[in-house]
């Protein structure tokens, strides 16, 4: 919201589309051994040897999923890798590669771009994944990226959603609801912003939520912790929906029903405030705010020693049989059937 | 340009995100044995054992790659996945898989999709590919379609852009020019159209190039049709962009020059006589059209005698020192330097 009177605009005819790929990607480097040719042909080449591989799509739509009125592009090209990586950890994979392709009208300049690929190459930093492709092309309107993230498991690894059992534990780490609320944070202060352009936000009190909406975070250390713990869920996902969403996939998927328990959800201190300052039910937006990017699993009950008190985890439930159906049970004991609300774009 | 006052339409809205996923996608088969888990997880699983992977990716949006006036959908949706899998054959490997996300308005009904999967899966069937993933999203205005391709190939197989070495030959499958001209025969008739509705426009003399504008092929034959001949390209390109432009990419990507002739350019008949009636240079077409999704390829000398006279193939030049430069030998023996033009879509 603070506009740069004197940025620099390089019109992106100038450079046509060969020079402007060449020109966004030449800073990125190849990491992964499984990378054998990454930009510059038809196509990369990968040698996964006799790891089984994962592949994963999002499109993330300018209007839509985001607005460039408060996200910067560095933060967008971080979180358009950040939510694919995500969706490829949700299978126990360690990912690998991405592919990245962007619509972008001429009103952006190049130096939009390159704001927006320092994000991308900084999350491929992060989170040692090699970008082996990609497309630009204009648009007739806004910002489009669409993610490709390819991963690398062996085959006893892999996590699908359908394996969960009844009397399986339901686990969910970190906490949830911190992205929705940022996102409330930062369409409130747009409008404060519109009626007053002088006002500067003050998201001091909002960090944490405002960065968890910003620049979300994968769980890329899941698949290592739970190893270390000798743990293998039975089945999981990850939250971008919502957790009322994930759930039903889970319990759906798996042919299970589950109990869902509204004391344990993790909640950070900060949402609990947020959403009494915007007069929102905290356990709504926990279970229905979505973005959150964290692993939900499930896990045998024998294996409720090993993640009992482990911080990273919080144990939120426990599935049933199918017919018992999924509820979430309140803090005063009663039973309220989950439903999914999750992100109805169509509806919009 | 003809209207079906009687279609039917389903509010996109009806559905919602999963119910749409699941609508499209569910008369979609798996084939591949290299596809161990299709569309329904956080990602799809994929065994290609100790094949190589080849991924490439490519977005198509309305109003810049394809005019909804007069592209059908499900030509669209054919063209979508064609366009990704001629990159595949470029890399000499074999598809096996693609990802296809779509961003649509609200302004397109259910059936409007249904038309555009169905092309989808149509490709999918004639190129023996399944469709293990995808991400549908709404958009504020137009269509945008992004498909990631996924090819296998042993070691040995694989040719990259910067094989080709001085005294090679350049050969180039099918023939070229003919999307081009299809496409300015479809803007002449959207132009009539637009002055008088009720004319039906008679494509009847420009099937050839109008199909091969609306419904591309990619060529899954070349590597088995090479390597039956015992021949190994030692560079390889799709054109898409242009004839121009490819050799311009194989040329300096394998630093080598390269003389093409003019008279060796292969035009089928229906091309040389719209360009006289376009009054437009039939070389210029070929050279700059594009989209013909031929593969263009570099062959050792030694190979000649495998490859001459074969219908399927057209010997159009022979590669140089990089220093010689790159050449058109046109009919009348002068040479003329060759400048890429391809789509310029950031100058549109």
């Not at 592919?99 to 300049?109: C, D, K, L, M, W």
């Not at 630009?136 to 892999?158: C, K, P, R, W, Y």
């Not at 759906?252 to 909640?267: A, I």
Request: hydrophobic share 40%; with cysteine; proline share 3%.
């Amino acid at each position: 919201m603070i506009e740069d009177k004197n940025q620099q605009r390089t019109q992106l005819s100038d450079l046509g589309e060969f020079g402007l790929i060449d020109h966004l990607t030449k800073n990125f480097k190849i990491k992964q051994s499984s990378t054998v040719k990454g930009i510059g042909d038809d196509a990369a080449v990968l040698n996964f040897e006799d790891q089984k591989v994962v592949v994963t799509t999002d499109l993330l739509v300018e209007g839509v999923h985001f607005d460039l009125s408060y996200v910067p592009l560095k933060h967008l090209g971080y979180k358009a890798v950040v939510v694919n990586l995500s969706d490829v950890y949700a299978m126990n994979a360690k990912a690998t590669q991405v592919t990245v392709s962007i619509a972008v009208s001429n009103r952006f300049p190049l130096e939009a771009l390159e704001d927006l690929y320092a994000g991308i190459e900084t999350a491929a930093k992060i989170y040692d994944i090699d970008v082996v492709g990609g497309d630009t092309t204009s648009s007739n309107t806004g910002l489009l990226i669409s993610v490709t993230a390819l991963g690398a498991l062996s085959e006893d690894d892999v996590v699908y959603r359908n394996g969960a059992k009844p009397n399986d534990l339901l686990v969910v780490t970190g906490d949830v609801g911190a992205a929705y609320m940022g996102l409330q944070v930062l369409e409130r202060e747009k409008e404060v912003y519109k009626v007053n352009p002088n006002n500067q936000p003050d998201l001091e009190p909002y960090t944490y939520i405002v960065e968890r909406q910003l620049k979300p975070e994968a769980r890329k250390d899941i698949k290592e912790l739970l190893k270390g713990l000798d743990v293998k869920p039975t089945s999981m996902i990850d939250v971008s929906d919502g957790l009322s969403s994930e759930i039903i996939h889970l319990c759906k998927q798996s042919d299970v029903g589950c109990d869902l328990y509204e004391n344990k959800l993790p909640l950070d201190p900060q949402v609990i405030s947020v959403c009494e300052e915007f007069n929102i039910d905290s356990t709504t937006v926990a279970l229905n705010g979505g973005e959150d990017y964290e692993l939900l699993f499930t896990i045998s009950q024998e294996d409720f020693m090993k993640i009992k008190g482990n911080p990273n985890f919080s144990i939120i439930g426990f599935m049933k049989e199918s017919k018992e159906g999924m509820h979430l049970v309140t803090r005063a004991d009663t039973r309220i059937p989950i439903k999914a609300q999750g992100w109805k774009n169509f509806n919009d």
